[in-house]
């Protein structure tokens, strides 16, 4: 294998340019090596400053992030903002999660914001990324920068930008930030020169404001008084939500919370888990075992930047089951609308969001509860933008995502792990002082609304020739989707990039209107819903199944459940095929 001559060219300039001795000698490491693979990975583009920022493996070159690539990136933001906002004080927010260096590439964006003549605010430790959401709305701030690269494995780091509402950057800014890195064409246009006086460092201040405002949201005091003993195992996966969650808990009224103390400090080697993930059982091993132990109520584990979290409950064998992202969000949601009811707190100027891939279970609920619902497309800023355009005219109460995020109370505009541990305690106290629980809570809102069952396929392909098969798949689906997925009919295309609804049986199309996106999704005459997504942040395209069956009773649960998995599973090999 040869380099190609683009590759080469751009490896030269790094070589030869203004970047640092230790920089410059991993590069000629690899050129001595031969490693023509790697350095390819590392040069063939310029990592791309996505609409949610930057998310790669860490390492020398254009395609990595580093010092270099991080700085560009705030440069082109500082030349946006100072257009953008001429003539005013531009002030920011900066917070990073524990991953390694993520302190340091904080330290490099505050110096290239403060070189800019940018007022910043720094927070002078580790926090979870709501926190810098909520920090940026209510600090006056016109953007905000958070260093994390969420759940990815420990090779990697990130970089999310957000726009003064508090949430990631959404059309027409998202593109005029992309555009301003974009015409970077040297590193030494990047201002690295730290001014001292334009940082300003914080931290418990905001934490307790944060802590109170989210305390008040609380629905049901009263429950959770009663039972402020709920058994609570708490693990951050060696993350940003040891800073706030077991606060927020105990800020609720919950008095028995257990950490797990071998994930409790933070690393960024997350040297406990394969993946920092808490979509993963793995993940929640050791949270499971001490839940055992003690006989929990509730397990909770937030990821590395605390903005997801995973939850396992006892079921009616007294096993411990992990609930997916699909089945706490409707648990969520569910119960914050009965809660609400209960209170005589729905006015009808209310409203609760879900992403398109994300389980119709939420939609029956509202439609049941005469509750203003939306659908978004995938990622948490399109439910911020939402929440933003809405404020002041409807009530957010809640709202999220399949992938584990969730969000209660218009605090913030981005999915909130601290939050939603304090709501999911909330909610196992509301249950249990009901003498219910909330896996008995679950299978009843399943009786009343139908077993909705989803699982996600994830296919990742690596690099460069990953991208163009990912590519190449979507293209084939596109332009031949399947006539048949589990035995029923495919009825309806949704083809997001296009923006078309295609019913396949008339051949009759109409205008979608949510923004453009490259997803597709396939209806079946039975209501089977699968979506087909690369992903924004890896290297993976993503299928999304979603089969529902009426359920009779709690005690068919199992049998039903099973004929479910089997359905999901006929309709991947039929995407196979």
């Known amino acids: 294998?040869?380099?190609?001559?683009?590759?080469?060219?751009?490896?030269?300039?790094?070589?030869?340019?203004?970047?640092?001795?230790?920089?410059?000698?991993?590069?000629?490491?690899l050129l001595n090596k031969e490693a023509f693979t790697e350095l390819t990975d590392s040069?063939?583009?310029?990592?791309?400053?996505?609409?949610?920022?930057?998310?790669?493996?860490?390492?020398?070159?254009?395609?990595?992030?580093?010092?270099?690539?991080?700085?560009t990136a705030t440069q082109g933001l500082c030349n946006y903002l100072l257009k953008k906002y001429?003539?005013?004080?531009?002030?920011?927010?900066?917070?990073?999660?524990?991953?390694?260096?993520?302190?340091?590439?904080?330290?490099?964006?505050?110096?290239?914001?403060?070189?800019?003549?940018?007022?910043?605010?720094?927070?002078?430790?580790?926090?979870?990324?709501?926190?810098?959401?909520?920090?940026?709305?209510?600090?006056?701030?016109?953007?905000?920068?958070?260093?994390?690269?969420?759940?990815?494995?420990?090779?990697?780091?990130?970089?999310?930008?957000?726009?003064?509402?508090?949430?990631?950057?959404?059309?027409?800014?998202?593109?005029?930030?992309?555009?301003?890195?974009?015409?970077?064409?040297?590193?030494?246009?990047?201002?690295?020169?730290?001014?001292?006086?334009?940082?300003?460092?914080?931290?418990?201040?905001?934490?307790?404001?944060?802590?109170?405002?989210?305390?008040?949201?609380?629905?049901?005091?009263?429950?959770?008084?009663r039972q402020k003993d709920l058994k609570i195992v708490y693990s951050p996966i060696h993350g940003t939500g040891i800073?706030?969650?077991?606060?927020?808990?105990?800020?609720?009224g919950f008095t028995n919370l257990t950490i797990v103390e071998e994930q409790s400090k933070p690393d960024g080697n997350f040297p406990t888990v394969v993946y920092p993930n808490p979509e993963e059982k793995e993940a929640l091993t050791l949270a499971l075992k001490k839940a055992e132990e003690i006989d929990a109520d509730l397990v909770l584990a937030t990821d590395p930047d605390a903005d997801r979290v995973g939850i396992a409950v006892k079921n009616n064998d007294g096993q411990f089951v992990l609930l997916n992202g699909n089945?706490?969000?409707?648990?969520?949601?569910?119960?914050?609308l009965s809660a609400w009811e209960e209170k005589g707190k729905l006015t009808g100027d209310q409203y609760i969001v879900k992403t398109i891939v994300t389980s119709n279970l939420i939609e029956q609920i509202a439609i049941k509860k005469k509750v203003i619902f939306y659908n978004t497309l995938t990622g948490f800023k399109w439910i911020g933008q939402l929440m933003t355009k809405l404020q002041g005219k409807q009530t957010f109460i809640g709202g999220g995502e399949e992938s584990y995020g969730y969000l209660i109370g218009e605090l913030v505009r981005d999915k909130d792990a601290v939050v939603s541990c304090a709501f999911i305690s909330e909610m196992t106290a509301f249950y249990k002082d009901k003498g219910s629980s909330l896996y008995n809570a679950m299978l009843d809102m399943y009786v009343e609304y139908g077993?909705?069952?989803?699982?996600?396929?994830?296919?990742?392909?690596?690099?460069?020739?990953?991208?163009?098969?990912?590519?190449?798949?979507?293209?084939?689906?596109?332009?031949?989707?399947?006539?048949?997925l589990g035995g029923a009919k495919v009825m309806t295309l949704k083809d997001y990039e296009l923006g078309?609804?295609?019913?396949?049986?008339?051949?009759?199309?109409?205008?979608?209107?949510?923004?453009?996106?490259?997803?597709?999704?396939?209806?079946?005459?039975?209501?089977?819903?699968?979506s087909a997504r690369p992903s924004g942040t890896e290297p993976?395209?993503?299928?999304?199944?979603?089969?529902?069956?009426?359920?009779?009773?709690?005690?068919?649960?199992?049998?039903?459940?099973?004929?479910?998995?089997?359905?999901?599973?006929?309709?991947?090999?039929?995407?196979?095929?």
């Open 1 to 29: 294998m040869q380099l190609e001559a683009a590759t080469l060219s751009t490896i030269n300039q790094w070589l030869n340019g203004n970047y640092d001795t230790k920089t410059k000698e991993e590069i000629q490491q």
């Open 43 to 71: 040069f063939y583009r310029s990592l791309e400053f996505g609409t949610g920022g930057l998310r790669g493996i860490m390492g020398a070159g254009s395609n990595r992030i580093n010092k270099y690539t991080i700085g």
């Open 86 to 225: 001429p003539g005013e004080k531009v002030k920011v927010a900066i917070a990073h999660d524990s991953r390694n260096n993520s302190d340091y590439f904080a330290g490099i964006t505050a110096d290239v914001f403060s070189a800019n003549g940018i007022h910043v605010y720094f927070f002078k430790a580790l926090r979870p990324t709501p926190e810098l959401s909520f920090a940026v709305r209510e600090l006056g701030c016109k953007s905000g920068v958070m260093l994390t690269a969420s759940h990815n494995p420990k090779e990697y780091n990130g970089y999310k930008a957000y726009g003064e509402d508090g949430g990631q950057f959404t059309s027409p800014d998202d593109t005029m930030v992309m555009d301003e890195v974009a015409k970077i064409s040297s590193i030494d246009e990047v201002k690295f020169d730290r001014i001292d006086a334009n940082v300003e460092l914080i931290g418990e201040e905001i934490d307790q404001l944060y802590l109170d405002k989210i305390t008040e949201l609380s629905v049901s005091p009263e429950a959770i008084a």
């Open 243 to 252: 800073t706030l969650v077991p606060r927020a808990l105990a800020q609720f």
């Open 327 to 336: 089945q706490t969000g409707s648990l969520l949601i569910n119960y914050l």
């Open 451 to 484: 077993l909705y069952k989803e699982e996600l396929v994830s296919i990742t392909k690596k690099g460069k020739t990953g991208a163009e098969e990912i590519k190449a798949m979507m293209e084939k689906f596109r332009n031949n989707p399947p006539e048949t």
């Open 500 to 530: 078309t609804e295609t019913d396949l049986l008339s051949g009759e199309k109409t205008e979608l209107t949510l923004p453009k996106s490259d997803v597709l999704q396939f209806i079946t005459v039975d209501g089977s819903i699968v």
């Open 540 to 577: 993976k395209i993503k299928f999304y199944c979603s089969v529902n069956a009426p359920l009779k009773d709690k005690e068919s649960f199992k049998e039903t459940d099973a004929r479910l998995g089997d359905k999901v599973k006929a309709i991947m090999k039929d995407l196979e095929a």
